[in-house]
């Protein structure tokens, strides 16, 4: 059954060959692919407003950690979600499902530390961002929703993703060709329509703001 539900995960993934020419590649979990049926998940908005196409292998439910780093193939895990390419971007999110599901939230200070030091230079993000970086493509990495106002399923996370994102912000800060966007002034307090139901996800609404967001990102870089 694992297997079987791994494939038809991954099965829902735009294949790399089938869009040759495309130079932006998304990346990561549930943030990045949500949304998706409606046609309206960031990697959708961005090719909106980019007038460009944007491959997209981000898989709901996907970990940043894998277990053997120097295995890059036969996972849904962000780090094996990425295929080399002729990238120009490549545009991530990840590491909340590792907060939640490795640690509970609660004494996370290893599984924080296996994805990226306190300074933002070890650990595996660090090393995958500069495996992409290596093959030629600026590293977006964008961060979590925050949920001001609002008790929702996941508000215990809210230190340690704090944490996690004061790291990116280090890594982003200290590397050149890294770009770190945050997303967690993106929800008004009291905003219960920035969020799909389940109280997690973002709505159609906020997935088209981050979408946007990041395109502006990509063009401002590219316009100087």
């Given at each position: ?102 640690c509970g ?10 994805m990226i ?108």
């Open positions: 059954m694992l297997f079987f539900l791994t494939g038809l995960v991954a099965a829902c993934q735009e294949s790399v060959s089938r869009n040759e020419g495309a130079r932006i590649l998304a990346v990561g979990d549930s943030l990045m692919a949500w949304n998706s049926a409606w046609g309206s998940s960031i990697p959708h908005v961005m090719e909106e407003a980019l007038g460009e196409p944007v491959v997209d292998r981000s898989i709901r439910g996907a970990w940043m950690t894998v277990r053997d780093p120097n295995d890059d193939k036969g996972a849904i895990n962000i780090p094996n979600q990425y295929e080399s390419g002729k990238w120009d971007w490549v545009v991530v999110n990840g590491g909340g499902n590792d907060l939640l599901f490795g939230c609660g004494m996370c200070s290893k599984v924080l530390d296996r030091s306190k300074d933002g230079m070890d650990g595996q993000i660090p090393a995958f961002a500069r495996r992409v970086r290596d093959d030629g493509a600026r590293v977006l990495f964008t961060g979590y929703l925050r949920s001001p106002g609002l008790l929702t399923p996941i508000e215990h996370c809210k230190n340690e993703g704090d944490e996690l994102e004061e790291r990116l912000i280090q890594l982003a800060s200290k590397e050149d060709g890294i770009v770190f966007v945050s997303n967690k002034d993106v929800v008004p307090s009291g905003g219960i329509s920035y969020f799909s139901p389940d109280l997690i996800h973002p709505s159609r609404k906020t997935s088209r703001i981050i979408g946007r967001k990041l395109a502006t990102v990509i063009k401002q870089f590219e316009g100087r």
